[in-house]
């Protein structure tokens, strides 16, 4: 496989879909850059990983868990006390979804 290369017009629609507002200079850049990760990721496929097992982290490592205890909880008014907007019970948030999101 030759050179995979992110177009110009790829980095556009991530970025429409990201809601970022990239100029030209910036959606070149990333799309050389987002080429250069491609054609390395090729490379390590052509590696031999024959009895390697997948990996999670390079270190061994393990969660920090603590036990799962009842506490009391700060309360609606505490909690919405810093709030933009609530109704007394909920947070008030803009809409972001409408009929044709999808969602």
Do not use: W
Not at 23 to 29: G, H, L
Not at 40 to 58: F, S, W
Request: glycine content about 4%.
């Amino acid at each position: 496989m030759g050179k995979q290369k992110i177009t110009v017009e790829q980095v556009k629609a991530v970025a429409k879909l990201a809601r970022l507002n990239l100029n030209d200079a910036e959606i070149s850049q990333f799309s050389a850059q987002l080429s250069d990760i491609l054609q390395y990721i090729e490379k390590l496929n052509h590696l031999d990983t024959t009895g390697i097992e997948p990996l999670a982290h390079c270190l061994p490592v393990s969660n920090c868990l603590r036990d799962d205890i009842v506490k009391p909880s700060l309360g609606t008014e505490k909690t919405l006390s810093n709030a933009p907007d609530s109704d007394g019970q909920f947070f008030i948030v803009p809409k972001i979804l409408d009929e044709n999101s999808g969602a």
